[in-house]
């Protein structure tokens, strides 16, 4: 009896020690103090001040930003455009699109309209057959008062079937009533480095680094790209810059893609969803750490694991 008790007492424990510490232990930080900081592009928006005030504090010379492709995710509102370019266009594009209950859409192409519908408040997928004549699509929604600052449509993705524009090379843009330009980046290299020069990052030292797809995942896309720009770069050392418990992970596929060439560093920022203390009080950091600790796994099995 006296053995089963302390078996269960020693079972607990084990247990209750596994979730103190297991969060702190996947947000690792271990920085080897380079010059260079690369910042993982799937980060939230919110946590790009912070990316900032870090470059700042350290006085970084250049930040690099890696990601693969994103969909492109725009609101259109009165007077909008979004205009895709780039040849070759002839082929079967997705749309996929929202809109107000009763918006009108138009796709057009130089020739004319291509395809037109009426949004319900529902997502739609549409296959739509772009012609060998055209030369850009251009999205519209119809109507709206000028100034209006509403959104009429939300546009989630319009790419070619089977690829991402960033695959392609086309450009998206949105022109708007005053004449105005706004770049629909490709990538989340792209799109959060756009965001970290808009928050004041000097142009001329933030550099986006495009991961290509790759069914190892996007941290190992990511880490692959990094160290081959590193070296072209002559880079000797750099620290990544991660959210929260992914901070093991990235480190270790970092270290992984440099085989013993580049000084690899970690820094994970904070992430509120997962508290590194009390994350087992959240029903909402289970699944997160669960998944941390499941791609550790699969790493290991895939013979991935680094050093």
């Known amino acids: 009896m006296r053995l089963r008790t302390a078996f269960a007492a020693a079972v607990v424990t084990t247990g209750l020690a596994g979730m103190l510490t297991v969060a702190p232990w996947l947000a690792m930080t271990a920085p080897v103090g380079a010059g260079t900081l690369v910042v993982e592009g799937w ?4 946590r790009l001040p912070d990316v900032l005030r870090l470059a700042r504090a350290r006085r970084i010379g250049r930040v690099f930003v890696t990601g693969g492709a994103m969909p492109l995710a725009r609101y259109l509102r009165a007077g909008d455009t979004l205009v895709v370019d780039g040849a070759p266009l002839q082929g079967h594009w997705v749309l996929e699109l929202a809109g107000l209950p009763g918006q009108r859409w138009q796709l057009r192409t130089g020739s004319g309209v291509l395809q037109q519908g009426v949004a319900d408040g529902v997502a739609a997928t549409m ?3 772009v012609p060998e004549a055209a030369r850009a699509l251009r999205l519209v929604a119809e109507g709206g008062r000028p100034g209006d600052t509403t959104a009429l449509l939300f546009v989630r993705d319009l790419r070619p079937a089977g ?3 960033s695959a392609t090379g086309h450009a998206a843009w949105i022109h708007h009533a005053n004449g105005g330009r706004t770049p629909c980046p490709a990538t989340w290299a792209e799109e959060r480095a756009r965001q970290l020069v808009a928050l004041g990052a000097p142009p001329t ?4 680094v495009h991961g290509p797809a790759d ?3 996007r941290t190992a896309s990511a880490a692959r790209a990094m160290v081959a720009v590193a070296h072209d770069a002559g880079l000797g050392a750099y620290d990544v810059v991660t959210l929260g418990v992914h901070a093991r992970r990235t480190h270790r ?3 992984r893609a440099a085989a013993g060439t580049l000084q690899v560093g970690v820094i994970a920022l904070s992430d509120p969803r997962v508290p590194p203390r009390t994350w ?3 029903p909402a950091a289970w699944p997160v750490v669960a998944k941390e600790l499941a791609g550790l796994l699969r790493d290991a099995f895939a013979g991935t694991f680094g050093s």
């Open 127 to 129: 296959d739509i057959p």
């Open 215 to 217: 069914a190892a995942g």
């Open 253 to 255: 596929a970092h270290r």
């Open 280 to 282: 087992w009080l959240r």
């Open 43 to 46: 980060i939230p928006d919110d």
């Open 163 to 165: 690829h991402s524009l």
């Open 205 to 208: 030292a933030v550099l986006a």
